[in-house]
């Protein structure tokens, strides 16, 4: 029942930084973990970084240092801060989120629909 939704995407060169955003709407109880991944042309998707509702995040050893994730609950919204990008990290990236099952205690995944990144000079 709840959508997710990115923006911030674009096209950079190598040293330059973005920001993304990630609003979720729709019919929203709660809102437990909020994270991002990626998957560049031909790869596997992965993890780049998580928030949980506790404020505790965790980063990918490769972006560690550049990439910062951040969440506001008022507004229901994930951010990603990227930093010194390098041409490694384009990719298109997805928002995550772990929200409740109606009327059962677990909890599942809702994915957005993804936001091009291009890192090139």
């Known amino acids: 029942q709840v959508q997710l939704v990115e923006s911030g995407g674009g096209l950079v060169q190598p040293g330059g930084s973005l920001r993304l955003s990630c609003a979720a709407s729709?019919?929203?109880?709660?809102?437990?973990?909020m994270g991002w991944y990626r998957q560049a042309p031909g790869k596997q998707r992965e993890l780049v970084a998580t928030?949980?509702?506790?404020?505790?995040?965790n980063y990918a050893d490769s972006v560690k240092g550049r990439f910062t994730i951040s969440r506001d609950n008022a507004k229901n919204t994930v951010y990603l801060q990227m930093n010194s990008l390098q041409p490694e990290d384009t990719a298109v990236y997805y928002c995550?989120?772990?929200?409740?099952?109606?009327?059962?205690?677990?909890?599942?995944?809702?994915w957005g629909h993804g936001t091009l990144v291009t890192v090139s000079s």
């Open positions: 729709g019919t929203i109880v709660s809102i437990n973990t």
């Open positions: 995550n989120a772990a929200v409740p099952v109606p009327f059962t205690s677990t909890w599942r995944s809702i």
């Open positions: 928030f949980t509702s506790a404020s505790t995040t």
